[in-house]
């Protein structure tokens, strides 16, 4: 079984970034260097427009290269390049108590199409997602899935389990903890991915059969 840490999935948090004031985000997720890899963002259009264009400007002049989260013990989010982040938004009906709100999702474009020159992918996850045997199994498949996707073998279907836990045993597969939100990270561009694979065939571990 893949080791996972879980965090309460029925927690809901808001967290102000501190600086752009009238913007809170309820769920985000970095890699391990702090680099932004997921965003769910609340606030009024104004607000949301500014945060935008604020991302693909440089420092000197107004942009924001980093942020923070105040709360949650969220470090500083960095942008690194904004290229690299697709976005969607939906805007709640202005009959709601606070009025009109929109709502964005920022994320790297890892999460919807693998890297397959560079052999890297991105699955996000809910926190509660793998709580029960069932869900447990259908996350561990759409990781399998993923990673036959990305890696250059061509991978059996029998070897799920053992690659996945000699993929993560190497740290070609990672597991990402963020707020409201979980990911596992493939990094399979390592030479070493082949000479792992050819190990295990002839150490038999790897057959035809399973």
């Known amino acids: 079984m893949l080791e996972r840490n879980h965090h309460d999935p ?5 967290m102000p970034i501190t600086e752009t ?12 260097g702090h680099n932004l890899l997921f965003l769910s963002l609340w606030g009024r259009d104004t607000a949301i ?5 604020r991302l693909s400007l440089p420092v000197h002049e107004g942009g924001l290269d980093s942020f923070r989260l105040e709360g949650q013990g969220m470090p500083f989010m960095q942008v690194g390049n904004p290229e690299r982040l697709m976005n969607d938004s939906g805007r709640t ?16 474009r890892l999460a919807v199409e693998p890297d397959r020159a560079n052999r890297r ?9 793998g709580s029960t045997a069932e869900s447990e ?5 759409r990781l399998w899935s993923l990673v036959t996707e990305t890696c250059h073998l ?11 836990e000699a993929f993560q045993a190497a740290g070609w597969i990672r597991n990402l903890q963020g707020v409201g939100l979980s990911a596992y990270a493939l990094d399979l561009g390592d030479d070493e991915v082949e000479n792992v694979v050819s190990r295990l065939i002839r150490e038999h571990r790897l057959t035809a059969a399973g």
């Open 121 to 129: 992918a991105l699955l996000l996850y809910h926190p509660g997602e």
């Open 21 to 32: 004031p009238g913007l809170y985000a309820d769920a985000a997720l970095t890699d391990e």
């Open 93 to 108: 009906p202005p009959q709601v108590i606070f009025g009109s709100l929109v709502h964005l999702w920022l994320y790297d």
């Open 10 to 14: 029925s927690t809901a948090v808001l």
């Open 154 to 164: 061509p991978l059996l279907p029998a070897w799920r389990d053992t690659l996945l």
């Open 137 to 141: 199994t259908s996350l561990r498949q």
């Open 49 to 53: 427009q500014e945060f935008r264009a």
